[in-house]
């Protein structure tokens, strides 16, 4: 069999309702939200469940909220037993890439996410 590889987004990939889904069918998914909302003492899955199109925009919203939509499509598929064997991200995506990788915690992702956001 091949070599799987995921390719994470950066920013522009947004939208509004984005991950909501994915928060309502698995709970592994559901639980990165709630862990990226304590990270950062802030409800980044009301912004990308809920929020306006400008609100999802600002860049210190956009990174945080592409990176918690990306690593719970990563938890949901590793749930299923699909795991890459490379991965790769464009811009922002290197922060999810590193997540995928083990060689950087959600957590501190999200944290330093926000931080590169405002400071853009």
Not at 18 to 31: C, I, N, P, T, Y
Not at 41 to 52: Q, T, Y
Not at 63 to 72: E, F, G
Request: charge should be negative; include cysteine.
């Amino acid at each position: 069999m091949g070599k799987l590889a995921f390719l994470f987004p950066g920013q522009a990939s947004q939208y509004p309702g984005m991950g909501k889904d994915l928060a309502e069918k698995f709970g592994v998914s559901r639980a990165v939200f709630e862990e990226a909302d304590q990270a950062l003492g802030l409800a980044i899955s009301r912004i990308c469940f809920e929020g306006s199109e400008d609100e999802l925009k600002l860049t210190e919203n956009t990174q945080p909220a592409i990176l918690t939509v990306s690593v719970a499509a990563l938890r949901a598929l590793q749930e299923k037993g699909i795991s890459p064997d490379y991965v790769a991200g464009h811009s922002l995506g290197e922060y999810s890439a590193n997540v995928a990788a083990g060689t950087l915690e959600f957590a501190d992702a999200v944290r330093l996410v926000r931080k590169r956001g405002k400071y853009m």
